[in-house]
């Protein structure tokens, strides 16, 4: 599958054309999105744009050829042996998992017409773990790079973090006030902390 140009000046009249029969704005650049992401995630190409460093996803497998001479955004791609691609509830987002279902790329296309740009990064360890933590997933873990012992010094840096903004916001209340605002940070934070330390204790026991 190809991925559009929404750009192109075809794809700019075609725009143009739904535009004025709809007169839905919000509807046809949601489906150029929606469309852009599905293109995507089934093409051959991933975005020239890198967010890490190229020799890191070379590292993994990755290879690159040149960007598409029509569409210099794009360059066709391979992926790491049992990668592939797969889509988000975000029409703008989408990964590359690995051969246990982990996001280890994090894709971003936008492929409105009147703001189409795309770009990519690696997805560390430290964003695979928390990201699994905020969404409520299993953390995978392996003998190379999840390892348990790498997993859970990841989790209790973050509740190191989590700590570090309950002192924060517990300094501001004390200087101004309790008020509900610090409060619900407070707890939220709260909860972030014991959360991840409840978790290092599972990957430490």
Request: hydrophobic share 35%; glycine share 8%.
């Amino acid at each position: 599958m190809t991925i559009e140009n929404t750009q192109s000046p075809a794809s700019r009249e075609l725009t143009d054309l739904l535009l004025l029969a709809t007169g839905d704005t919000e509807a046809v650049i949601g489906a150029q999105e929606k469309d852009g992401q599905t293109q995507l995630v089934h093409s051959d190409c991933l975005p020239t744009e890198l967010r890490s460093p190229r020799e890191e996803f070379e590292a993994l497998g990755f290879t690159f050829g040149a960007p598409d001479p029509h569409d210099p955004m794009f360059t066709p791609a391979t992926l790491p042996d049992g990668w592939t691609k797969q889509g988000s509830d975000h029409d703008m987002w989408s990964y590359v998992v690995d051969e246990r279902g982990r996001r280890r790329v994090g894709i971003f296309y936008k492929a409105a017409f009147y703001d189409r740009r795309a770009d990519m990064h690696l997805i560390g360890l430290h964003g695979y773990v928390t990201g699994c933590v905020y969404d409520g997933t299993p953390i995978v873990t392996d003998d190379l790079w999840a390892t348990r012992e790498a997993v859970a010094a990841v989790l209790l840096e973050a509740a190191e973090q989590a700590q570090a903004d309950v002192d924060t916001w517990q300094g501001i209340a004390e200087s101004r006030g309790p008020d509900e605002t610090s409060g619900e940070y407070i707890a939220k934070y709260t909860a972030q902390r014991d959360r991840y330390r409840a978790l290092a204790a599972d990957y430490t026991a």
